[in-house]
């Protein structure tokens, strides 16, 4: 009679998967740092070391290393910004926020929102709000932080037309929303959805109106705005806001206990996306692989086998979080170890838990 063995990732030990995830690490994230700016596109594309001298909602201006006259880019193309000149207070608080420390990245980043370049008090006071919600996350306390900087970036820069204004608009609304104030969070985002910061971010309004709805357990209405986004042929080369419509749909399907469904969804649109050459963000495809493992986990019942393929695709969500993620990494290591309780063994799951203290310390996850 043939022996029944587990998958290999089941039959690894905590610290050989993890040897695996920091070569990962490596090949998925390991990225040599830029002498300069940097502006990432939607599209996957990258502008490196660059010196960005103006960046508003509609565009972004920058210059090019040898070349005189200034070049600009579509706001709407951009994914996000990465500066690299500026000053070390500033630097701190950015470096303190990867890091998960909140209290040191609040501290660097509340001083460093007194910088005299504009350019720099804005990176400083948006990155401040961030701060502030992350902190915010762990602790309820700091919400109203979160609120109240994220409202006070706004107002300062709303005449500059600053580049993150929409992007300080959701986080308000996420920060209202985690305190339980869900129409004061969809009021929040009224001015993306009635096209003050342009077309794209219409769509980031409908977004942030259907996590709202989702957070309050309205599944069917979540999922219809989510779906809307996700079909909108304007999103078509924007994999930020995809993925993100998406992956909301997904969850609502759990929440309806539609498991099939769900692993259905983010294996076709996201899962699979990558093969046909979307851009690689890693965030996005783990949390696919953690709503895969949470509609396998839901599905399971007391059954054995289904149970270890969940566990096996919150471990693969690890390993590709383990590039740069810190929330999907903690999410994927706490499910991975509630698993493993399930599977009745504890020395995999006291193992997971010390991974997760070890590498999430300041996670709500960590639990």
Same mark, same amino acid.
């Given at each position: 009679?043939?022996?029944? =063995?587990?998958?290999?990732?089941?039959?690894?030990?905590? @610290?050989?998967?993890?040897?695996?995830?920091?070569?990962?690490?490596?090949?998925?994230?390991?990225?040599?740092?830029? @002498?300069?700016?940097?502006?990432?596109?939607?599209?996957?594309?990258?502008?490196?070391?660059?010196?960005?001298?103006?960046?508003?909602?509609?565009?972004?201006?920058?210059?090019?290393?040898?070349?005189?006259?200034?070049?600009?880019?579509?706001?709407?193309?951009?994914?996000?910004?990465?500066?690299?000149?500026?000053?070390?207070?500033?630097?701190?608080?950015?470096? @303190?926020?990867?890091?998960?420390?909140?209290? +040191? @990245?609040?501290?660097?980043?509340?001083?460093?929102?007194?910088?005299?370049?504009? +350019?720099?008090?804005?990176?400083?006071?948006?990155?401040?709000?961030?701060?502030?919600?992350?902190?915010?996350?762990?602790?309820?306390?700091?919400?109203?932080?979160?609120?109240?900087?994220?409202?006070?970036?706004?107002?300062?820069?709303?005449?500059?037309?600053?580049?993150?204004?929409? !992007?300080? !608009?959701?986080?308000?609304?996420?920060?209202? $929303?985690? *305190?339980?104030?869900?129409?004061?969070?969809?009021?929040?985002?009224?001015?993306?959805?009635?096209?003050?910061?342009?077309?794209?971010?219409?769509?980031?309004?409908?977004?942030? +109106?259907?996590?709202?709805?989702?957070?309050?357990? +309205?599944?069917?209405?979540?999922?219809?705005?989510?779906? *809307?986004?996700?079909?909108?042929?304007?999103?078509?080369?924007?994999?930020?806001?995809?993925?993100?419509?998406?992956?909301?749909?997904?969850?609502?399907?759990?929440?309806?206990?539609?498991?099939?469904?769900?692993?259905?969804?983010?294996?076709?649109?996201?899962?699979?996306?990558?093969?046909?050459?979307?851009?690689?963000?890693?965030?996005? $495809?783990? =949390?696919?692989?953690?709503?895969?493992?949470?509609?396998?986990?839901? =599905?399971?019942?007391?059954?054995?086998?289904?149970?270890?393929?969940?566990?096996?695709?919150?471990?693969?969500?690890?390993?590709?979080?383990?590039?740069?993620?810190?929330?999907?990494?903690?999410?994927?290591?706490? =499910?991975?170890?509630?698993?493993?309780?399930?599977?009745?063994?504890?020395?995999?799951?006291?193992?997971?838990?010390?991974?997760?203290?070890?590498?999430?310390?300041?996670?709500?996850?960590?639990?």
């Amino acid at each position: 009679m043939p022996v029944m =063995r587990e998958p290999l990732l089941m039959r690894l030990g905590g @610290a050989a998967i993890f040897k695996m995830a920091v070569i990962a690490a490596i090949v998925l994230g390991g990225v040599t740092p830029c @002498a300069g700016d940097q502006i990432l596109l939607k599209s996957g594309r990258s502008y490196d070391e660059v010196t960005i001298t103006k960046a508003t909602w509609e565009q972004v201006e920058y210059r090019m290393r040898g070349v005189s006259t200034r070049q600009k880019v579509d706001a709407d193309d951009v994914d996000r910004l990465e500066f690299t000149s500026e000053p070390s207070g500033l630097s701190r608080g950015r470096g @303190a926020l990867v890091q998960g420390d909140w209290a +040191r @990245a609040v501290s660097s980043l509340r001083a460093a929102s007194s910088l005299p370049d504009e +350019r720099q008090k804005a990176n400083a006071m948006y990155l401040l709000s961030v701060a502030h919600l992350r902190w915010g996350e762990q602790d309820g306390a700091h919400l109203g932080d979160a609120a109240k900087s994220a409202q006070e970036f706004i107002s300062r820069f709303a005449e500059k037309k600053d580049f993150y204004l929409p !992007h300080a !608009h959701q986080i308000l609304s996420e920060a209202l $929303m985690r *305190s339980g104030k869900f129409s004061e969070a969809e009021g929040a985002l009224q001015k993306l959805a009635d096209g003050t910061y342009g077309n794209r971010w219409v769509l980031g309004g409908k977004l942030g +109106r259907g996590e709202v709805l989702l957070a309050q357990g +309205r599944h069917a209405d979540a999922r219809d705005l989510f779906g *809307s986004v996700g079909n909108d042929g304007a999103v078509a080369g924007d994999s930020t806001f995809r993925n993100r419509a998406w992956l909301g749909y997904a969850a609502c399907q759990i929440g309806q206990k539609q498991y099939p469904a769900a692993i259905e969804t983010v294996r076709k649109k996201i899962i699979e996306a990558r093969k046909r050459g979307t851009p690689r963000l890693d965030g996005d $495809m783990a =949390r696919a692989w953690i709503i895969w493992g949470r509609a396998e986990e839901e =599905r399971a019942g007391g059954d054995r086998k289904k149970l270890q393929w969940a566990t096996i695709r919150f471990l693969r969500a690890a390993v590709i979080a383990t590039g740069g993620d810190g929330e999907a990494l903690a999410e994927a290591l706490y =499910r991975a170890k509630e698993t493993w309780k399930k599977l009745g063994d504890t020395e995999r799951a006291e193992e997971m838990g010390q991974r997760l203290a070890q590498l999430c310390p300041n996670s709500p996850w960590n639990k």
